[in-house]
């Protein structure tokens, strides 16, 4: 190192970097977008500066469904608790005012003479022990009330009727939580990427969507919708502006039979956001398109809804989905592994609306497809030939020299025989 900075000088060194540095271009990446929709078909939006919270306590049954198990397990736990708690207050007070309390009336309680509201309520424990059983109708028989109060009966029927309005609040919330659409949506699966390719002499957008389970999706059917951030003549900004675009499907009613993985399709036309977006504008489009799939389930009869989304790094031009399905012993046979897999196929990297208006260009690369696929064939068939004739050469090689070379045998007579073995 001593030896280098006495030969350069360490000006130079730094001006030569400084120079290298400004030759090169730097390649900043595009920041990435938040997407509206995520992949499991979450909605990537948080709700800010809310004033008005006490509407959500109007709606009491669904935001306690909408909660975490664990918020709801803390709130039902602690409504129990807090009920028991009242109840057995309650009940204290009775005893209390009633006299049940009096150490002088333990000894009068064995008379005839004296009747308490609630036998063996001495203390708040005992009251709030009694306030359990009544409320979980658990009776172990020391404690129970009689006919002397009838404070003590009002009191009994209200603690029912509460323990059976949180009893019924409780469970509808536990049957609602664990029957939820989206649980069923769990086993609705999309593909990780979709692809646009020519189908039919037109450029498709496509995707693949299957089902998990045997249960089937009734009605099933697939919106799409491309949102992106545009601006009016105006110069009003939207930004979160909703495009439906039609989904390519021969049945009138638009409902798929989900019996096993389909791909969707929705020709690029006119109609179509992506009629003027080519291969390479895809990159720099600011799009994401936006996946619902819409059934009722046929086990529950539940609405539910699969949600998957779509941005440009996402969509493949120039591939196509491989088949998964097969038929083995007579039997539909689906290979999940194979859900996402594509394969590079010709097609037009201009955009639709080019294709529309220059058909040539379609046949033109189909033509070049078909030429370099013609190509890759001869190589083959070229290189299979070339393996061929170096195996056959390889394998007379080896016969002759397995050849065994003639002997000659010299008798003690003097004569020579030739023996070929």
């Not at 308490?116 to 005992?126: A, D, E, I, K």
């Not at 046979?333 to 639709?352: E, H, I, L, Q, W």
């Amino acid at each position: 190192m001593l030896a280098r900075k006495s030969i350069i000088p360490e000006e130079y060194v730094l001006a030569r970097i400084a120079a290298e540095n400004l030759r090169k271009p730097r390649i900043r990446d595009r920041p990435r977008k938040a997407r509206f929709i995520a992949k499991n078909g979450a909605c990537n939006l948080a709700h800010k500066n809310i004033r008005e919270q006490g509407r959500f306590l109007q709606d009491i049954f669904t935001t306690l469904v909408d909660l975490k198990w664990r918020h709801t397990l803390v709130i039902f736990t602690m409504s129990f608790l807090c009920s028991w708690l009242l109840f057995a207050m309650m009940w204290w007070l009775v005893a209390f005012a009633h006299g049940d309390m009096d150490p002088s009336t333990e000894n009068a309680s064995n008379s005839t003479k004296w009747t308490p509201c609630v036998t063996c309520v001495r203390s708040f424990t005992s009251a709030f022990l009694f306030s359990i059983e009544v409320q979980v109708t658990i009776g172990f028989g020391g404690r129970m009330m009689t006919e002397e109060c009838p404070l003590a009966i009002t009191v009994l029927i209200l603690q029912n009727i509460v323990g059976l309005i949180i009893n019924a609040v409780m469970l509808g919330c536990i049957f609602m939580k664990t029957a939820q659409a989206h649980r069923r949506a769990e086993t609705l699966i999309f593909s990780r990427q979709a692809v646009i390719a020519v189908r039919n002499g037109k450029l498709c957008f496509m995707f693949r969507v299957g089902d998990l389970r045997k249960s089937m999706i009734i009605s099933a059917s697939v919106r799409i919708q491309v949102v992106r951030k545009t601006m009016t003549p105006e110069g009003e900004v939207i930004p979160i502006h909703q495009v439906d675009i039609p989904v390519d499907n021969p049945i009138e009613s638009n409902n798929i039979f989900l019996v096993a993985p389909l791909i969707i399709c929705h020709v690029i036309d006119k109609r179509s956001p992506l009629y003027d977006i080519s291969a390479s504008d895809l990159a720099l489009q600011d799009l994401e398109l936006i996946v619902i799939l819409e059934g009722v389930v046929e086990t529950t009869g539940i609405t539910t809804q699969a949600r998957t989304s779509y941005v440009a790094e996402e969509i493949l031009w120039g591939h196509r989905f491989v088949p998964i399905v097969t038929e083995e012993e007579g039997v539909y046979a689906v290979d999940y592994s194979k859900f996402g897999n594509t394969v590079k196929v010709a097609a037009p990297r201009c955009s639709a609306r080019e294709l529309d208006e220059k058909p040539s260009i379609l046949i033109q690369t189909l033509q070049k497809s078909e030429l370099s696929h013609q190509n890759s064939l001869r190589k083959r068939n070229s290189m299979r030939r070339n393996n061929s004739i170096r195996r056959s050469n390889s394998m007379r090689r080896t016969n002759s020299s397995l050849i065994v070379p003639k002997v000659q045998f010299i008798t003690p007579e003097g004569s020579q025989s030739a023996s070929e073995t």
